[in-house]
């Protein structure tokens, strides 16, 4: 069933790919091959495969669990927040956070898991700017305390 | 003795103390990566990449670290696989069928001695294959012209994806979506900017090291998450790691029988390491396993696919190299990154950048020689990384990898690009797609419609070029054979499928 659902979706996504690729006409330019050429090409490889991938014969796959989903949608949405707050909350807070949330998924001990995402942070921390002369965001608590 | 010559200018230039250190980091890093679930080599190196690139590193110091994570990183994953019954990759399983039973047996320290005696044996004559084989091909690869490269990227598509997968037609949508990412950004030949949607950030299109690590480091993370119970207990008590010399003479013709098969099949685009470890494995099994032991923990059944598996490592270089065509995802990364530094890799490479070439492969007789000196007395030390908990080593891949691509780029946008690409590869993995081929075709998609585009302005617009000469010929026949073998076995599958059903 996953797959039929899978090749629906790739059949969508390869007609609007090659309807798009209709629009990348050169502007008086001599060019054998232009720009729309090789994305259409995609396209047309792509639309008979998802036909075949529709209509052939699937094994049932194993898909995950309800909890597993919640589980693994939880781990995104930390992820997803950590990329939107990096910048103002700092680098060390941030992963000190994600390794609280990932340790308490384990059913580590929340103060183990701080514990551990304070070392790793301030480890990663060195290493990224402290010893490779790299650039990540300390966040407005260290800068004022510092 | 002209290879013999410039072989000995790459040790100069491996023998340097920075090059040395670069060996050493590399191989150590390259064991712990292949030991530890959810990392391996792919992942390592594409995290690495941003960092690489942000420091200056020289070129010819990056080859030599990827490289060698690269087959340090196979080493590692054989001793993961041993005591654990993990394979890390694929390319280990074969290792498993012997190497396991031993370790459970009480006889870890020996299966993990002649893992690392026979991964040196493969490695030192893949290096040795390496160093012939590659000037004659790139010799003969100069009568490359842009149709035949054209062709040539095809047939490494369909071999990739007729070899990475279960299912040939999704190894070749996978390549497909892999090509629609390739052109996002400014078009090369009509400067056109495609699938950027207005936004500035995606004009010179994705940057790979951000799909990679999200597509395997980033899905793997997610992976894990999911199976939250941590694997068995770790038994690191090896005992002594070593092996008899009764033992060492049983294994010696089957490490360099299985090394030869290892390096030519790892020569072919898409086969690797995999397919080289189970064949060097069946091979031994039908020459040598007189009292069928093989299966129930015979030594020589982990000397054969370890050998065959570095040395099949070693050989998927050569593409790489030599025509500028990777023909697995991780040489498809180091291609990415050689590419990202104005070098081309190709024919001309081993003209060019002679000294670099013979230093990478003086550097990998220096590497392979380290990892055998340093795991027979060191792997005791190594195995205690296994032990740190899953709470722990989990978020740090994340962690490693986010800190890693917004130390590089200090870009809120890639960090949610990674984070989206890790979102496509779980589905990926969880719908049976394989990832490699994504990777394959994100590289090497501008280099094929370039290709494309000169053939057309040499032939002045006609399409004939890309039947022209025997060559392209050749290749097309190449791209028909690895497309309709598998094509083939699925309809006989679904034949048998049927009969069974009816009966």
């Known amino acids: 069933m996953s797959d039929r659902i899978v090749a629906v979706f790739l059949l969508l996504l390869a007609a609007a790919f090659g309807i798009q690729a209709w629009a990348y006409v050169p502007i008086g330019f001599t060019d054998h091959l232009g720009a729309r050429v090789f994305p259409l090409a995609v396209a047309l490889f792509m639309l008979p495969l998802a036909l075949v991938l529709f209509f052939g014969r699937h094994s049932a796959g194993v898909w995950p669990s309800v909890r597993a989903w919640r589980v693994v949608l939880l781990a995104l949405s930390v992820l997803v927040v950590y990329a939107l707050v990096i910048e103002s909350v700092g680098f060390i807070i941030a992963t000190t956070a994600v390794f609280i949330v990932y340790g308490m998924l384990y059913g580590a001990r929340w103060w183990k898991a701080l514990i551990a995402g304070v070392i790793a942070a301030i480890v990663l921390y060195s290493l990224f700017v402290l010893a490779l002369d790299m650039y990540l965001p300390l966040g407005s608590f260290f800068e004022e305390l510092f | 003795m002209d290879a013999f010559h410039s072989l000995m200018q790459g040790f100069a230039g491996a023998l340097v103390p920075i090059n040395l250190l670069v060996v050493f980091l590399g191989v150590t890093a390259g064991t712990v990566i292949g030991m530890l679930p959810g990392i391996g080599p792919i992942n390592g190196i594409a995290i690495l990449i941003p960092i690489t ?313 220096i590497g392979n020689f380290m990892l055998l000196v340093l795991n027979l007395p060191l792997v005791g030390l190594f195995v205690k990384v296994l032990l740190v908990p899953r709470y ?43 990832l490699a081929p994504v990777i394959l075709a994100l590289v090497l998609g501008p280099m094929m419609e370039t290709s494309l585009r000169r053939a057309l302005s040499l032939s002045n617009g006609d399409w004939g070029v890309l039947f022209a000469s025997p060559l392209v010929l050749a290749l097309w026949g190449l791209v028909a054979v690895s497309a309709l073998v598998p094509m083939i076995r699925t309809l006989r599958r679904a034949r048998k499928y049927n009969d069974s059903e009816q009966h």
């Open chain 2, 53 to 365: 690139f942000a420091l200056g590193i020289d070129p010819t110091a990056m080859l030599i670290l990827f490289a060698g994570i690269y087959y340090g990183a196979q080493y590692g994953n054989s001793i993961s696989t041993i005591l654990l019954n993990v394979p890390g990759t694929p390319s280990s399983v074969a290792t498993a069928l012997d190497g396991h039973p031993m370790a459970k047996s009480g006889r870890a320290g020996p299966a993990l001695a002649i893992s690392a005696i026979a991964s040196f044996v493969g490695g030192t004559v893949a290096v040795i294959g390496l160093m012939f084989l590659a000037p004659v091909l790139a010799k003969w690869a100069i009568r490359f012209g842009p149709a035949e490269y054209f062709v040539l990227i095809l047939f490494t598509f369909t071999m990739l994806s007729a070899l990475s997968g279960k299912q040939f037609i999704k190894g070749l949508l996978a390549t497909g979506i892999g090509l629609m990412l390739a052109t996002i950004g400014i078009d090369g030949g009509t400067g056109i900017p495609r699938y950027t949607f207005g936004h500035l950030s995606f004009y010179d299109g994705l940057d790979f090291a951000v799909v990679t690590i999200g597509l395997f480091a980033i899905s793997e993370v997610f992976l894990l998450i999911e199976q939250t119970q941590t694997a068995g207990e770790v038994n690191t008590k090896l005992g002594r790691v070593m092996v008899t010399v009764k033992e060492f003479v049983s294994c010696w013709w089957g490490m360099i029988r299985s090394a030869v098969i290892g390096f030519l099949i790892g020569v072919l685009p898409g086969a690797g390491a995999t397919i080289a470890s189970f064949m060097a494995y069946a091979t031994e099994q039908r020459l040598t396993d007189k009292k069928g032991t093989f299966g129930s923990g015979d030594i020589r059944g982990v000397a054969a696919p370890e050998s065959a598996n570095n040395a099949a490592v070693s050989g998927a270089l050569i593409p790489m190299l030599t025509l500028g065509v990777p023909g697995s995802g991780t040489t498809a990364v180091i291609l990415g990154a050689l590419l990202a530094l104005n070098l081309n890799p190709g024919p001309l490479f081993i003209v060019q950048h002679g000294d670099m070439f013979w230093t990478l492969i003086a550097s990998m007789y």
């Open chain 2, 392 to 434: 722990i080593l989990v978020p740090m891949v994340a962690m490693i990898s986010y800190g890693a691509i917004y130390a590089a780029s200090s870009s809120m946008t890639d960090l949610m690009l990674m984070t989206g690409f890790g979102l496509l590869g779980y589905l990926m993995r969880k719908t049976d797609f394989p």
